[in-house]
């Protein structure tokens, strides 16, 4: 991957019923991700963790480009991605930066994201 290229950024909304995510506006806060942060794009997933999820992250890796993904507890995720990075020939303590991003408002959420971007930033 080039070193100019910016990280995708994946909000997992665990199917949207999640009670975790009661108090962001998801909307507000992937189009603020889209908008005002340095990332190449950001959009939602419904449910990384399923099979189809497990297809879906198998072909957006294909890519080879670093991502932040928003969820569930980041030892979580890298439990449930490990094989779909591996599988794709990546490093997951490299090439993705989980982050928690539930029981928080949109704006603390959007600093979390920030800040996850600010440490891939600093790691190249
Ligand atoms: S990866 Fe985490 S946040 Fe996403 S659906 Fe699975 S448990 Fe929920």
Redesign the pocket.
């Known amino acids: 991957m080039s070193e100019n290229e910016k990280p995708g950024f994946i909000m997992?909304?665990?199917?949207g019923k999640?009670p975790?995510f009661s108090k962001m506006d998801i909307w507000d806060f992937i189009n603020r991700v889209r908008i005002e942060l340095p990332v190449e794009y950001g959009f939602i997933?419904?449910?990384?963790?399923?099979e189809d999820?497990d297809r879906f992250l198998m072909d957006f890796l294909k890519a080879h480009r670093k991502v932040v993904?928003g969820?569930?507890?980041p030892n979580?995720?890298t439990k449930?991605?490990r094989d779909a990075f591996k599988d794709s020939g990546l490093d997951i303590s490299k090439d993705l930066v989980p982050i928690d991003v539930?029981d928080m408002t949109t704006d603390q959420a959007i600093e979390k994201v920030s800040a996850a971007l600010l440490k891939l930033e600093e790691s190249k």
Request: some cysteine; aromatic content about 4%; hydrophobic content about 30%.
């Open positions: 997992c909304v665990c199917t999640c975790g997933h419904p449910q990384l963790c399923e999820g993904i969820g569930c507890a979580m995720q449930l991605f539930r």
